[in-house]
């Protein structure tokens, strides 16, 4: 899952076992990112938001494809830590969309680990994908760098005065 083309698939992610394999598996059609890519090599991004707190800044592409599949995603949030592709956040509304690409997320990847009433996670050793449908037709999709993310929680932690 470590590979992934930013956004216009059958599914919406790599597949975690050929990201083990070192290829990038069923990918998203057309373009390429990722995850630990650096912000420079992306075109297009415009600044969304800053969790200061997490010292992560959130860019959307006014350029890309909002589909999956058959399915309308209505935008796209590439988190970066550090000026690295740390996260890759979609939005979904809708009942239909949401069914839609949560049912491409369980027949590519399985059964998931069940964390809340309405969460679910699918995570290999490099990468996290979890998806949140509250309320009920609005669902967030987040695939993360597991490496990169607990780098972020660890600096976090650290006394300020151990800060760069």
């Known amino acids: 899952?470590?590979?992934?083309?930013?956004?216009?698939?059958?599914?919406?992610?790599?597949?975690?076992?050929?990201?083990?394999?070192g290829q990038a598996g069923r990918v998203l059609e057309q373009r390429r990112a990722a995850l630990g890519?650096?912000?420079?090599?992306?075109?297009?991004?415009?600044?969304?938001?800053v969790e200061a707190s997490t010292?992560?800044?959130?860019?959307?592409?006014?350029r890309e494809n909002l589909r999956v599949g058959s399915y309308t995603v209505t935008g796209i949030s590439y988190g970066f830590y550090k000026d690295k592709l740390c996260s890759i956040e979609l939005r979904v509304m809708g009942d239909v969309n949401c069914k839609g690409i949560h049912n491409l997320l369980?027949?590519?990847?399985?059964?998931?680990?069940?964390?809340?009433a309405k969460s679910e996670n699918w995570t290999d050793p490099q990468v996290s994908l979890r998806y949140t449908e509250v309320p009920q037709g609005f669902a967030t999709i987040v695939l993360a760098s597991k490496t990169l993310m607990?780098?972020?929680?660890?600096?976090?932690?650290?006394?300020?005065?151990?800060?760069?």
């Open 106 to 116: 369980l027949s590519e990847y399985g059964p998931s680990q069940r964390v809340a």
């Open 1 to 21: 899952m470590k590979y992934l083309a930013v956004f216009s698939l059958t599914l919406a992610l790599a597949s975690p076992v050929a990201a083990q394999k």
């Open 55 to 62: 010292q992560t800044v959130y860019y959307t592409s006014k």
């Open 150 to 164: 607990e780098q972020r929680l660890a600096e976090t932690k650290l006394p300020a005065y151990h800060s760069a």
């Open 37 to 49: 890519t650096d912000v420079r090599q992306f075109r297009h991004l415009v600044p969304e938001r």
